[in-house]
């Protein structure tokens, strides 16, 4: 009981101080106070393993000490921190590593736009632009999907609970079916293209079409490669710009830099944040074909798109993708976090469980309401930090730094493991 009383005092502060909005506190409710790699530590000294990887933003870990060094480096030459669109070193350094590491190898040219610092910030100027560009207003996104928290990205999000947070109706979008919505026997791009051939469906053509190839917080729903190249099929067809939503899955979390490159196809506009900065500083891009970089000077800006302190760290993020070894590593890690998933799944047939995702992104939809937080809150007892995903919070999920060696997996494999028998038990 004193450890109880005393972890409620440290805690105080935020009841008393903090919105009710607060979300993440309740599930792992103790004072964090250190983090290194793939490991946190709370005010009382207890190790954490983190499967969570700040919601996909710290990919590279905690306090990576390459990108550290440099931003310690940076701020002790008084480099600068913010300077909007400003011309600096810090930002001339970043796109031309980008260009050379990442678009040039795989064939890819855009414009890189900086839209402010986070994920919504590059899905409203995804949006933004494509009705620009088309002359359209509406959006096709995809059930389940997950765009972002402000009005243009919540129009096009699929949590019903998220959408009623707006307040007022999210107009000018429509959703259709995801692949495999519904079911294995039905292609939701038959679905898709009869809304837009026939002049009775009550569909206008839309100026964009916007996806995950892996739904993150939709449930972990991924797409097939066949899946994407035959809606890019449709946009070519119809002069529709395809957005890729790649602010979660991107980064390497599903293998590749890009989630979007084993399927072949090539998006007119890319999303990127969470982890584009590498070191967990708030940093966006949306990635724009050359031809469809229309904007005004100044017709979409924001006051902290010059985040200095983010391109330093981003450039040196980008040094893991200099070679292909990085991308083996992900993907062979991501077969080990696989099988121990189908494994799971075999071994305890009472989770009613199907698993999902690619690369380190992967988990379990569990059959039984309520099992999944269940198994998470269990898990943060012995020292792992994962979350649910899903509309019913039904999937548990793996969502680690890229870079946890394989002890580190196996260590949270077993306290998963011991979760689930004891949630089962229970």
Known sequence: ??????????????????????????????????AKGYKLWDAKGKEYIDFFAGAGAL??????PKMKEKLLSYLADDGI????????????????????????????????????????????????????????DLIISFTNGFHGMTLGALSVTGNSFKRHGAGVPLHNSMAMPFDSYLGDDVDTVDYLERFLEDNGSGVALPAAIILETVQGEGGLNTAKDEW????????????????????????????????????????DIVCLSKSISGYGVPMALTLIKPQYDIWEPGEHNGTFRGHNLAFVTAAEALSFWETKDFSREILDKGAMAGEFLNDLTDKYPELKGEVRGRGLMRGIACGVDGLAEMICGRAFEKGLIMETSGPNSEVFKIMPPLTIDREGLNRGFAIIEASVKESLNK
């Not at 909007?84 to 414009?111: C, H, W």
């Not at 035959?230 to 390497?252: N, S, Y």
């Open 1 to 34: 009981m004193p450890a109880i009383t005393e972890l409620n005092s440290q805690l105080t502060i935020f009841e008393e101080l903090e919105s009710e909005v607060r979300s993440y506190i309740r599930s792992f409710p103790v004072m964090f106070e250190k």
């Open 59 to 64: 990919n590279y870990g905690h306090n990576h």
């Open 81 to 136: 921190t913010h300077s909007l669109d400003m011309g600096t070193k810090a930002k001339a350094a970043f796109l031309e590593k980008f260009e050379n590491v990442i678009l040039k190898p795989r064939s890819l040219q855009y414009k890189v736009m900086f839209p402010g610092p986070t994920g919504t910030n590059t899905v409203e100027s995804a949006l933004k632009l494509a009705r620009k560009v088309t002359g359209r």
């Open 228 to 267: 994407l190249k035959r809606v890019e099929e449709i946009c070519r067809r119809w002069d529709i710009l395809l957005i890729v939503d790649d602010v979660q899955v991107g980064c390497g979390r599903t293998g590749p830099f890009f989630s979007f490159e084993p399927s072949g196809i090539k998006p």
